[in-house]
C-alpha cells in the first residue's frame, strides 16, 4: 500500500473507532465513588459490583453494561470494565491494531465462550486471587471465581499486575470474601498443551480463490448465513490472537469454525503479535518464533489443521525498523513451518511487502509462503507493482484492496476490509517416519540395515 493509502487507512480507522465506542456507564446501583480521598500514593478507586461481585477498579475507568447496550464493540485497548457477555454482533471498526492495556470483562461462566488460548485460574469460595497471575504471549488471563459462578477475563499491558490488583480486592456475597485471615488460591498452573477441536469437526480448507473480506470481530452464525446467501465473498479472515488485537472474539471457538468450514467458508487465520517500535531489536528473531509458538496453539485449538497458513498482522513501520522486522518475520516463518503450517504476512505494499521483496533472494532471511498485501486501489486483483511478477507467483498472493467500508448484505451492515485471495491448497505431506533403527552387523563402519516405521 501507498504511504497515502496507508495514512488514510489509520485515520479512518481511528474516525470509525471514536464514533463506535461506547460512552462511559454509570451502573445504577452498582457503581459509585469511593468514599473519601485516597491515601497518599495510591490511587482513586471506584466500587463496582455486579451479580454479586464487587471490584475496586481505578476511578479513570469506563464502566459498560453489555447486558443492556450489547452490541458495544469490546475493546481490549481501553481501561475499560464490560459486565455481561460480549455481544454476538459487535459494532466494531473492521481493523483494529493496538497494544493490549489492562481491561477486564465480568460474565456468568454460563454462556460464556470458552477460552482454550489462555491460562485460567480458579478461585474457589472462601479463598482469593493469587499474588501472581500467569502472563502469555497474547496477554489475556481468565479467573473463574467459582462461588460467584463468574468469569472474569482480563486483558494486560506489559505484565498481569495491575489486573491481578484489581481482581485481589473481589469480594462476592454469598462466599465470605476477603476476610481476615482468607485463604489463598495455590499459585496457578499454566493449561496444559491445547488439544484439537472435536473430531467430529470438519477441518478448515488450506487453500482458496475468489474474494474474501476481513473485520475486527468473527461475525455471529446468523450474519454468517446472510452474507453466505447474498454476498460475493465466500472468505474470511480472523482474528485469532495476539498481544495487539485490539477486539474481543466471542463467537470464534471450535464449533464455529466448524460450522462456516461446513457451510463453506473459507477461513484466513490471522495472528496480531507484536509491531515494529515495540519489538525487542536484541530478541527479534526470538520473538518472531515465540509469536509463532502461541499463533500455532491458537489456531490448533480452533481447528485448523497442517497446511493451514498462519498470517503475522504487520502494520506500517518507519524505514528505521526494516532490519528488525525482517528478523521477526523470518524467526515467524522459521518456526510455524516448523510446526506444520504453512507462513503468511499481511502488511502495506510500501513497508513490509517491499521489504520482503527485497530480500526474497537472499539467504539470511525466511521468506514466508504467502504475501497478503494491503494496497487500496480498488483492483479485485493479486496483481501489485510493488511485487515483482516471478515473485510469490504460484498462487500465492491476496491483495486487500480496499478497506473501511460498509456493506450491506441480506438486510446486515458491517464494516470491513476487501480481499481479493489466491493461495493454493497445502500439498500432500510425508506421513513421516515415527521409529527409525540401523545396525552395522560386520564391524566395516557402514549400516547393513535400516528398519523404518511410518505412519499414515
Known amino acids: 500500500m501507498s504511504s497515502q493509502h496507508q495514512h488514510t487507512r489509520r485515520l479512518a480507522t481511528l474516525v470509525a473507532a471514536a464514533a463506535i465506542v461506547a460512552t462511559p456507564l454509570q451502573i445504577a446501583g452498582t457503581a459509585s465513588a469511593a468514599t473519601g480521598g485516597p491515601a497518599a500514593g495510591q490511587s482513586s478507586t471506584t466500587p463496582v459490583t455486579y451479580q454479586g461481585l464487587k471490584l475496586q477498579i481505578p476511578s479513570d475507568w469506563k464502566v459498560v453494561d453489555l447486558d443492556k447496550q450489547p452490541d458495544t464493540c469490546v475493546r481490549l485497548d481501553q481501561h475499560t ?10 459494532k466494531c471498526p473492521a481493523h483494529r491494531v493496538a497494544p493490549k492495556t489492562d481491561s477486564l470483562v465480568v460474565e456468568p461462566v454460563s454462556g460464556a465462550a470458552p477460552r482454550a488460548d489462555i491460562p485460567t485460574v480458579k478461585v474457589a469460595a472462601g479463598t482469593s486471587v493469587p499474588d501472581t497471575l500467569p502472563s502469555v504471549e497474547s496477554r489475556e488471563v481468565r479467573v473463574a471465581f467459582e462461588g460467584a459462578g463468574l468469569y472474569a477475563t482480563a486483558a494486560y499491558g506489559g505484565t498481569t499486575a495491575a489486573v491481578q490488583k484489581i481482581l485481589a480486592t473481589a469480594t462476592h456475597d454469598g462466599s465470605g470474601a476477603q476476610a481476615k485471615g482468607k485463604r489463598q488460591a495455590p499459585a496457578p498452573r499454566l ?22 473480506f476481513d473485520t475486527c470481530t468473527a461475525p455471529s452464525t446468523s450474519t454468517m448465513e446472510a452474507w453466505a446467501a447474498d454476498s460475493p465473498y465466500r472468505g474470511l479472515g480472523v482474528y485469532i490472537g495476539g498481544a495487539e488485537q485490539g477486539c474481543r472474539q466471542p463467537n470464534l471457538t471450535p464449533d464455529w469454525v466448524s460450522a462456516q468450514t461446513r457451510a463453506g467458508w473459507h477461513l484466513m487465520p490471522i495472528y496480531v503479535g507484536v509491531q515494529a517500535e515495540r519489538i525487542d531489536a536484541g530478541r527479534a528473531a526470538e520473538l518472531g518464533r515465540k509469536a509463532a509458538d502461541d ?12 497446511g493451514t497458513v498462519l498470517y503475522f498482522d ?33 502488511s502495506s505494499a ?3 511487502i517491499n521489504d520482503l521483496v527485497s530480500v526474497h533472494d537472499s539467504g539470511s532471511y525466511r521468506r514466508p509462503d504467502v504475501l497478503w498485501t494491503a ?81 499414515t
Open 81 to 90: 470494565l464490560y459486565l455481561g457477555h460480549p455481544g454476538a454482533d459487535q
Open 191 to 212: 493449561a496444559a498443551p491445547r488439544a484439537l477441536a472435536s473430531p467430529s469437526g470438519v477441518t478448515p480448507s488450506t487453500g482458496y480463490t475468489g474474494k474474501a
Open 295 to 306: 499463533a500455532a496453539n491458537n489456531a490448533t485449538s480452533l481447528g485448523f489443521g497442517p
Open 314 to 346: 504487520m502494520e506500517q513501520y518507519a524505514p528505521g525498523y526494516r532490519g528488525t522486522v525482517l528478523t521477526f518475520l523470518s524467526g515467524w516463518t522459521e518456526r510455524v513451518k516448523q510446526l506444520g503450517f504453512r507462513s503468511g504476512v499481511y
Open 350 to 352: 510500501s513497508s513490509g
Open 375 to 455: 494496497n487500496w486501489n480498488e483492483k479485485a486483483n493479486t496483481d501489485d507493482p510493488y511485487i515483482p511478477s516471478g515473485y510469490w507467483a504460484d498462487r500465492q498472493r491476496i491483495h486487500q484492496y480496499s478497506g473501511n467500508v460498509y456493506e450491506t448484505h441480506a438486510g446486515i451492515k458491517m464494516l470491513i476490509d476487501r480481499n481479493y485471495v489466491d493461495v493454493a491448497p497445502a500439498a500432500p505431506t510425508d506421513p513421516g517416519m515415527t521409529s527409525l533403527t540401523a545396525g552395522d552387523f560386520d564391524g566395516d563402519g557402514k549400516k547393513d540395515l535400516v528398519a523404518v516405521e511410518v505412519s
